[in-house]
Each structure stands twice: as structure tokens, then as C-alpha cells.
């Protein structure tokens, strides 16, 4: 179970309808986040149950199978990108994995996600604002019989929006996948998600993007327009949006990295 501070707790969301309508209205600033071009135009994907014999708990997304969900604290490696820079500030390391299968391409993803996170040097100013700045390291990686590995990569601190290099292993940095945990209004006024929110962008052609405000779009600016083609919800019910014309190698790897991305304990607010 994902572990945001901000989300409801309980149970299987699936058996309690009051619950499902609860997390809908308290989803719903994230979801107004998603590019609207996307959620009126790709194909939406929702959370149902699943049961299948001998694959144990699982759930569906769409047509995806998600199962083999797995996390733990464990002990920080110390050759990890965090914990061998500051011996002075407490380290945790968590680690997420799970299984998705893809019934149409018949491929099935298994996705890692190992998360270091780092005490904020201004751990006291930051808890009389309410916010966690703790600084945080994910490496995640995708991998299926008979494709090149995908990779995530990231590196921010959790009191301000960021983006990570997604892509496949050996290829030139990868789209952006960008993920907003909070939404800023009228450039000061912040106010973290109730759900994050991650998209993926990509290059579609020469334009000039706008600079929107963060919140609104993470990573723009001059050259070719980025338009997202993947978001998901990081968090339960899940639910994700993707364009009709994105191919179904980046689709799956990049719903599994998602997927797993949303089992990290963020804890986005103190």
C-alpha cells in the first residue's frame, strides 16, 4: 500500500464504494493537473479487481495484469548515490517491485524502484512550514524477455515539483517524465496534491512551448513542443491516461515504472 500521508487509508478500496467515491473527489486536484489534451483524447485506465488462479493478489489496470507487488526498508547501500555523499544525515532506503503483464503482446514487465532518501540539512525550518525537504535518489529499471532494459532516473528534493530521465538503457538521455507534487498558483501560491502525478512527455515537432507555470507542465521551454503521452496517478485507485498513438513498448515500460513509482513512501508533507 502507498504510504503518501496525504491519501486515505484502509483497506482494499474495491470493497468499500463510499471509499471509491471518497478517493475520487479527493483525487480530483490532482486530476486537473493531467494534461487536458490527454485526458480528453487518450485512453483512460483504471483500477479493477483481478483474480487469477496461482498468481496470488493482483489487480488490473485497463488490460494490464499487475501483480507481485512487493516493499521493504532495508539497509542503505553505502556505495548508494545518497548515502555516501553526507555520513552526517540519517539515510533510509526502500525498495518497490513488482510484476505487469501485457496480455496483448503477451510480454510481461518486472519492475525495480530502489528509493534513498536523505534528512534535510533545514529539517527544522522545514517542518515550521509544514513541507518535507528531505532529499531523495530513485533508480528504477524495466526489463522483459527479448527488449533493452528501460531506466529511471532521479534526483530532487521533495518540496518543489521534478523531473526524471526515463529512457531506454544505452539510448541518449530518454523523454522527460516529469512529476508534480504540488500545484502552484499564480507563480507563489503552492499547495501540495493530494495525489502525485506523474507524466511522460515526449518531442512531437518545432514550435515554441510557453513557459507555464510548475504545476502546469514541468521541464518546458523554447524548441520543440513536449506533449504528454503517458500520466498516471501515484496512487490508489489508480488511474492513467495514455495516447492512442503511443507505441505499446513504451506504454508497458513505462506503466510498470509508474506503477512502482507509487508504492515509494514519499510522504510528501510532514
Known amino acids: 500500500m502507498v504510504r503518501f500521508v496525504t491519501r486515505l487509508p484502509g483497506g482494499p478500496l474495491w470493497s468499500i464504494p463510499l471509499a471509491l467515491v471518497a478517493c475520487g473527489v479527493t483525487q480530483r486536484p490532482s486530476v486537473k493537473l493531467v494534461d487536458p489534451t490527454l485526458v480528453a483524447e487518450g485512453t483512460v485506465l483504471e483500477r479493477t479487481r483481478h483474480r487469477e488462479k496461482g498468481l496470488g493478489p493482483a489487480f488490473g489496470l485497463g488490460p494490464y495484469v499487475v501483480h507481485g507487488v512487493g516493499v521493504r526498508s532495508e539497509s542503505p547501500d553505502p556505495e548508494g548515490p545518497l548515502a555516501r555523499e553526507d555520513a552526517r544525515r540519517p539515510v533510509t532506503q526502500h525498495r518497490a517491485t ?18 534513498q532518501r536523505r534528512v534535510s540539512a533545514q529539517a527544522d525550518f522545514r517542518a515550521v512550514l509544514d513541507e518535507n525537504g528531505d532529499e531523495v535518489s530513485v533508480e528504477c529499471t524495466a526489463t522483459a524477455r527479448g527488449q533493452v532494459p528501460w531506466r529511471l532516473s532521479v534526483r530532487t528534493v521533495l518540496s518543489r515539483n521534478f523531473v526524471g530521465s526515463l529512457g531506454r538503457e544505452g539510448d541518449a ?36 512551448v510557453g513557459q507555464g507555470e510548475v504545476g502546469q507542465g514541468v521541464g518546458q521551454g523554447g524548441g520543440k513542443e513536449r506533449r504528454a503521452v503517458l500520466a498516471m496517478l501515484l496512487g490508489r485507485p489508480e488511474r492513467a491516461w495514455v495516447a492512442k498513438d503511443l507505441d505499446p513498448i513504451t506504454t508497458e515500460a513505462t506503466l510498470a515504472l509508474m506503477t512502482t513509482l507509487s508504492l515509494l513512501p514519499w510522504e510528501l508533507a510532514e
Do not use: M, N, Y
Open 173 to 208: 538521455p530518454g523523454p522527460d517524465l516529469e512529476v508534480l507534487t504540488r500545484a502552484i498558483h499564480f507563480k507563489r501560491l503552492e499547495r501540495v496534491l493530494p495525489v502525485p502525478v506523474a507524466q511522460l512527455r515526449q518531442e512531437v515537432g518545432q514550435g515554441e
Open 98 to 115: 513488482l510484476v505487469l503483464d501485457a496480455p496483448d503482446t503477451q510480454r510481461s514487465w518486472t519492475a525495480l524502484c530502489i528509493l
